[in-house]
């Protein structure tokens, strides 16, 4: 072989192994696409940073948007091929996106069948499409309602702090009308304003949004007419206040609402803002059956990712038991994992009650709100139910409408 030629062999060799190494030193970028508080926000970013730190060859860029601009721009992301690598999703939602192709199974060998057991029955069912495992669970979480004790103490009332002493309806109706009158407040309690906090009422009272199957609406019930009527006398009468009142949470850490139906996450929150008084938190009102559902958050894999091994490998180290653990303590969620015992920095004893709260779920409510066309009769079912609430119409009509919108999105 002629010189000139092994000397061109052997720079092609160089230039074949520098473009190797290249490829392999530069590390991929995977789009971790998230809506949140700036505290959780910074939560987050704390795990990527020790992850990248082990995984050298990944680079996460976090990106943030508002919740409302989330639920707008993903489908549309989705649609044009440029969906996020990694993404929040709701609980809510996870069907949805399933049922769009756009979510990555995460069985094996990502995901282990332990780990798959290891999830809350409901949690399993949300996440589960044709048999794949589109998600992964990330927090739990149930309705939590909160309590000023300074006007509990004032109208002389002890809420409950076991599952056996919860309030019935009448005796919530009645603790918040003698809350509201001793503390001198606008109203007793804030209820809230989306199903998640509404739906309870109708499906503790033996009532519910879908029938057994989930194939047509059963809202249209005495049960589920009962159960909003209910809530349209407690606003009516003064001692709710109205869905449609969008300062009525605030009331409640500015020490001016006895009572307000929330989340235990919102604890993050009431750290920073509520200063003069202390709260607790106590059961949701019972019926016929406990009511509350489960919620949560979940991470996904956007199935058209270039990076499906890289992606997968990040979304299962963040929802392992140590990774999970640090983000849940710090932002008061309840974890995802059956038979985790958690200890968080403060307010345990709120955390312990509200994880009561969440093994006395409602099974049938929490997967109702996990099919997929959901979210086609959320907006008419919550506009409705405000309608109800605040007097403008009648229950029976609330769910006539209600039953109508539902059916339309489930042929």
Known sequence: MHRKHVVGLLTAIVVL?????????????????????????????????????????????????????YWQKLPVMIAGGRAPDIMFMVSGNVQRYAEMNALLDLREPFVSQEVIDEMYPPHREMVTYEGKITAMPFTLTTVTPFYNKDHAAA??????????????????????????????????????????????????????????????????????????????????????????????????????LPMNIGGHWDMARFDTTITDFDYGVTFFPQRKEAGPGLGGDF????????????????????????????????????????????????????????????????????????????????QVMQSEFHMVMIGDKSAADGLKAIETAINKALQ
Request: proline residues 6%.
């Open 155 to 256: 109208a002389g009332i002890e809420p409950p702090t076991t599952p056996e002493e919860a309030w019935t309806w009448e005796e919530f109706k009645s603790a918040a009308a003698k809350m509201k009158q001793a503390a001198g407040t606008p109203y007793g309690v804030n209820l809230g304003t989306r199903d998640f906090w509404l739906l309870p009422y109708i499906y503790q009272n033996g009532g519910a949004v879908l029938n057994e199957d989930r194939t047509a609406s059963a809202i249209n019930s005495p049960e589920a007419e009962e159960a909003l009527t209910f809530l349209q006398d407690l606003v009516v009468s003064g001692i709710a206040a109205s869905p449609v009142d969008q300062t009525a949470g605030d009331l409640f850490t500015a020490g001016l």
């Open 299 to 378: 991470i996904a894999v956007y199935s058209r990712t270039p990076y499906p091994a890289e992606a997968a490998d990040f979304v299962v180290w963040l929802t392992s038991a140590e990774a999970n653990a640090q983000y849940i303590t710090e932002n008061y969620y309840l974890s995802p994992r059956q038979g985790a015992k958690v200890a968080y920095a403060s307010r345990q004893a709120e955390m312990d009650l509200a994880q009561k709260q969440a093994e006395m779920a409602s099974v049938r409510l929490t997967v109702d709100r996990a099919i997929p066309a959901w979210d086609k009769f959320l």
């Open 17 to 69: 192994l520098f473009m190797s190494f290249a490829t392999h030193a530069a590390p991929i970028e995977l789009r971790f696409l998230w809506w949140e508080t700036p505290q959780r926000v910074e939560s987050i970013q704390r795990l990527i940073d020790e992850y990248e730190k082990t995984h050298p060859n990944v680079k996460i860029t976090l990106e943030s948007i508002p919740w409302d601009e």
